[in-house]
């Protein structure tokens, strides 16, 4: 009898220490040569300790937080938004590179994981950057947009959240962001899932939330109010810049 292929759930899929790349050794020469010597100490720290917890899978991968960094500074942001906060090491990113006045809205309806990452934020001193808010985020991107001052007064938005949503976090962001803003979608490959022709050996979740992927993927890609860049770091980062 032949036996049917066990069947690959997302920490199957996501625990492999060699990314999308799927070379360990060209992922660490990356990580080892551009990402760690030029993370601060309160961004490792953060990093590790949430290495320990039970769902760290969700931790932001360490090689996209430079070129977010990077992208706040060339965009001069000074106001952000974050979808998903986990243990906040996207958002610590964030919060180091705003300037002083800089302030970012953090949504996550599970602050108890944030409170790990806080004391993180109050070593740093950027603790005042922060505005969490404990809810899901629809909600609340509708109640900002309730508010006429608040439509393209956001410079930044990084999405890492329900993944059934971001379709419609983004019709939401686009109005939240200004023109020439930045809005950021993170595991938009799926662990290379996207291209697979064959996703037999995908467990349900995997296999649904790959789909929804490929409709989003589409979706941005043609798109004609953003230019995007889709890279194969982390999980898959796509970059929309909002055109109009």
């Known amino acids: 009898m032949e ?8 920490f199957d899929v996501a625990k492999t220490d060699a990314g999308l790349l799927q070379s360990k050794e060209l992922y660490q020469y990356i990580l080892e ?8 100490e309160v961004l490792k720290e953060l990093r590790e300790i949430t290495a320990t917890q039970p ?3 969700m931790l932001c991968a360490a090689d996209e937080g430079p070129i977010m960094s990077l992208l ?3 965009t ?6 974050e979808i998903g906060v986990y243990t906040g090491y996207s958002l610590l990113v964030t919060a180091l590179a705003l300037p002083q006045d800089g302030k970012t809205i953090a949504i996550d309806p599970d ?11 109050k070593k740093a001193g950027v603790e005042h950057k922060v505005e969490f808010v404990e809810s899901i985020a629809l909600p609340v991107l509708d109640k900002l947009l309730e508010d006429p001052k608040n439509e393209g007064s956001f410079d930044y938005a990084f999405v890492d959240a329900d993944k059934d949503n971001y ?3 983004h019709e939401r962001l686009l109005k939240l962001v200004r023109v020439g803003g930045m809005i950021l979608y993170d595991n938009t490959l799926w662990s290379g899932t996207v291209a697979w022709e064959d996703d037999l050996t995908l467990d349900e979740m995997m296999k649904e939330i790959k789909d929804v992927f490929v409709d989003l993927n589409k979706r941005l890609a043609s798109d004609s109010r953003i ?6 770091v982390g999980d898959g980062l796509t970059m929309c810049m909002r055109l109009h």
């Open 3 to 10: 036996i049917p292929p066990t069947k690959l759930s997302s």
């Open 33 to 40: 040569t551009n990402v760690y010597p030029n993370e601060a």
């Open 111 to 121: 602050r108890s994981m944030f409170e790990i990452g806080l004391p993180f934020f």
């Open 55 to 57: 769902w760290s899978l």
């Open 167 to 169: 379709v419609h976090y």
């Open 76 to 81: 001069n942001a000074k106001k952000t938004i």
């Open 72 to 74: 706040l500074k060339l």
């Open 227 to 232: 230019q995007i860049s889709q890279l194969p």
